[in-house]
C-alpha cells in the first residue's frame, strides 16, 4: 500500500479529557486530529485505521485494524482489555484514507504512525480508595469574623530499603482547597484544587505522579495544606459559610510501586497530625493572610528533617465524602501567565497604587520582601475612580491580601487559597521609599489563573477596536473560567449563574476547548437540579450551579430554584452547542433527563402552554434603558423574552430527541413547539409582522428563533429592527437575552451593513464604547463606567462579565464567517457576511475543530481577479456602472471534513426565505487550502440614521 506522508495524524486524546492522565474510564473513547502538510493534497479522507495499543508493563502490542470512516470519539477497540483502576497504555493511531494530488485521484494511501499518547486509569472503583478523609480531632479554630483557619496535615513515612521507586501516584482530594507537598516540595501546578463542584454529589480528586519526589529507602513526609476554599468560605452577597460541611480535610492516598513490585500505600488515616497553618486566614471574597512569624515556626513542616510536629494535633477519621469520587475531564486550574507591573505610582491621596495594565483573574506574586515588622497590605480592584482604586463594585468582597512581617525574606510569596479580579493593586506598608528591600517594578508581577482549557479559537480583521473587543472577551472568558463558569471574578459571587453560560456558550465553544469544563458542570447542574426540598420542586433549574444559595431555612437571604427562562434553559441549550462543536453525542445522552425535568416541572406554565405571566422573569437583562437597579425591567417584556426561548428550546428538544433516536419523543416536542407557535402568533404577532413589545429584542428574538411563520411578516419584521436601529442610530438596544441575536438577525434578513454600524459604532451603549474608555475585558453593563470616567453607580457593577462578549460567536459566524454544519465540525460552512462600505478589509479567523485546524481568511482587493490594477467600474455587464472590487477567500479545510462554502454574491437573506428559496448555492470542498475569488458591487448608500429635519439636536 501506498505512503501518505502528506497527512499527519496528530497525537490522539481520550474521551474530553484534558491529558488522558488519570481518566474516570475503562474503555476510552479515543480521538485523534489531523493536519497536512502539503498544499496539492485535497479531499482527504479516511477510510479506515489501525490502532495500536502498548501495555507499557508487559510490553504487549495489540493492533486492530478498523474499517471506519470516524476519527473523533472512536471505540475503544473490541478485543482490547478494559483498562483497570490505576492501568497505563500507548495509543497510536494510523489512518487510511484516499486523496487527490493535483488532479489525481489517490487510491488508498495510508499516514505514519501517530505520536504514542499515555492513557492512565485512575481509581475506578469506589473499593480502590482505602485512605479516609482527615480533619482535626478537635472542632475547627475559627478566626474572630467566623472564617474556618487554614490547616496543614502531616505524616512521616519510610519506603522500604534498597529499591527504586518505580511509580508513584498520589490520588489526592480535600474539603476546602489543598496544596500537597512531598518532602517539601509542592505536588503539581494546580491551584485551587480540587476546584468547586456540587461536594454533596459529586467530589473531584486529583491524579498525580510523585515518583520524583519521594525518597526510596529514607524517611519521607507527606504535607497537605487545606484551606476554605468554596467549601466552606463566605458564599454569595449574604456570605454564607460552611455550604458544604464545617470540617476542613484531606482524603490523600500515596501508592508507591518498588522495582522489585513492592508495593506501600500511605493513606490519610487517624496516624496523621494536623496544626493550623501559617495562612492565618482565606477565603475566596476576603483574600488571604500570612504570618512570617507563624511561618517561621512551622519552617519545614513539609519536611522530615529539623522538624518537631510533637506540638501538633491529632486527626480523626470522618465518614466523609459520601459523594462519588470523580477524577474529572476538566483542565485544572493553574497559573497561565505571567503580567509585570505596567506602572507604580502615587494616587492623588497619596497611595501606592501597582497597574498592571490589564483587568485579570488570579493573584500576585511577591519576589521578594524584607520588612522588620507590621503588615504589608494589597487590596485589588479592577478601576479607579478619581484616581482612587475604586472598591465599591466588590460589594462584600475584601479582596485583600495581607503578609505579617517579621524580618525575615520572604521569597516568592503567592496567596494560595484565593484569586481576585483586578487590574490595580493598592500597596500599605511596603513602598519605593523603604530602605531595605524598596518596592519596584520587578518586585513583584501578577499571575493570571484559569481553568487551562486549550485554547481554539482565533480572530482579527482590520480594525483594531474589534480585535480589542475579541482579545477582551477572551480576557474575560479566562477570568471566569475558574473551576466553573461564573458571572464575574471580583465582587461577592463568582458563581455559576446559569444564564450568563447560557448567553455565552457558542462563544466560549470557539475560544477555548469547553467539552470537560462545561461538559462537567452541566453534570452538577443536573446533581443540583435534582434536589429535593419544602421549598422548591424536583425538577427546577438552579440560578447558579454548583447551587450554593439554595435556601436551608425558610427566613434564609437566599434564593430557592425558581423557574425561570434563559438561565434554565441553558440545561436544554448548552448541552446542545457542546454537541454541535464537540460532536460528543454523550452529553446529550447524559443531560437528556434534566432536559426533560426542566421542560416537565421546571417552567411555570400558563393555559396556553406558554409562560405563567405571573412568573417574574429576568428578562432581557441590562437592557441599557432598564433602571439602574432593576436590571429586568427593560423594554421588551420578561414573559416574551421566556416565551420566546420555551419555543426555540422546545424545538431543539425535537432536534435532541431524534438525534437520540426517540422518534415517539421528538414527534410530542415537534407537536408542542408546533402548538406553540400558534400561541406565540396569536398572543403577539400581528399579521403583518409587528410584535407585540416593538422593540429590537423581541424582533430579533424572533426572527432568530424561527417564530415568524410567514416570508412577508419577516420581511416587515426585519424592516421595524432595522427601523429601530436608524431611530437610535447604531446605539445597543438589547440585554443578555437579546444581544447574541440581534446582529445575528440583521446579518441573516439582508441588512449587513446595519450589522456592521452597530459593530462598529462607539458611543454608550455599544460594543465599542468600553474599549474608548480602556476597557480591557467585557462589562458587566454597557455603561459600567460612564463617559466621564465615574463608575456607573449600580450596586451591581463589574467590570469582567462574560455574557455581553457572546458578540463572539457572530465574530467568528459572520464575519470571519464560519459555523458548524455537522456536530463536531466533520463539515461546516464558510459564509463571511462581508461589509460593503470599507468597513472591514479584511478578516481572518482560526478555529482547532476536531479535525484539525479551519482556517478562513477574506479580503477586499482594489484589484481584479487577474492582478491588474483597475479601480474600478466595468467589469462584467451584471456591474456596469457600479465600482467593483475583488472578494478574495482563503479557506483551510481540516482532512476527513468538508466544507461548503457561500461566496457573498450567492447569499441570501436566509431569515426571510423559505423552504427551496432558502437554499443557497454554496460550493462543497473538500479537505485542503482552497481560494475563491468573486466580484462584489461596492457600496450603494450606507445605512442612513432617521433623524428629525434639524439633524442632531443643537442643544
Ligand atoms: C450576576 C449576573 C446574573 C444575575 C441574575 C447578577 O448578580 O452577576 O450576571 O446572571 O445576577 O440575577
Redesign the pocket.
Known sequence: MSQQPAIQVLRPTFEQHHDGFGIQFSRPRISWRFSCTDEDVHDWEQCAYDIEIRNTDSNIIQCVHIESQDSVLVPWPEGCASLKSRDRRQVRVRCYGTSTVGSHTVDIAITEWSEWSYVEAALLDKRDWQAKLITPANKISLNDDGSARPLCFRKCFKLPDGEKIARARLYITGHGVYQAYINGEGVGDQCMAPGWQSYDKRQHYQVFDVASALEASEENVIGVEVGPGWYASALSWAQRRFTYGDELGTLAQLEVTSQDGTKTTICSDNTWKSFTSAITSSEIYAGEVFDQNIGRDLNGWNTFTAFNDHSWSAVKTSPRPTATLISPNSAPVRITQRIMPAKIFKSPSGKTLIDFGQNLVGRLHIRRLRKSTGKVIFRHAEVLEHGELCTRPLRGAKATDTIICNGDVLEDWTPKFTFHGFRYVEVTGWSSTDKIEPLTPRSLFAEVMHSDMQQTGWFSCSNEDVNKLHENARWGMRGNFLSVPT??PQRD?RMG?T??LNIFTPSANFLYDTAGVVGNWLEDLYADQMDESEFWKKGVVP?VVPNCIRKHEADDPFWNPTPNAV?ADVAVMTPCELHQTFGDIEVLKRQYESMKAYLQDGISYGEDGLWDEQQWQ?GD?LDPSAPTND?GRGRTDGTYVADAFLLHVTNLMSFISSTLDRPAESKIYSTTHQKLQKAFAHKYLTAHGLIAPDTPTALSLALHFSLIPTTTQRRHAAARLARHLLLNPYKIPTG?AGTPSLLQALTHTGNIDLAYALLLEKECPSFLYPITMGATTIW?RWDSMLPDGSVNPGS?T?FN?Y?LGSVVAWLYSSVGGISVLEPGWKSFLVRPAVPRHGELNNAEVVFEGRYGRVEVRWMLLDTSVEGKVEKNRRVSSEFADVEVQTFRLVVLVPPNSRAKVVLPDRQKAMYLEEGEEKEEAGVWVGSGRHVFDCLLAKGGRPPRPMLPPWGEDPY
Do not use: K, N, T, Y
Open positions: 458571572d464575574c459571587e449563574w444564564g450568563d440560578f438561565w429576568f437583562w436590571s443578555f458587566e451591581m463589574s462579565h455574557a
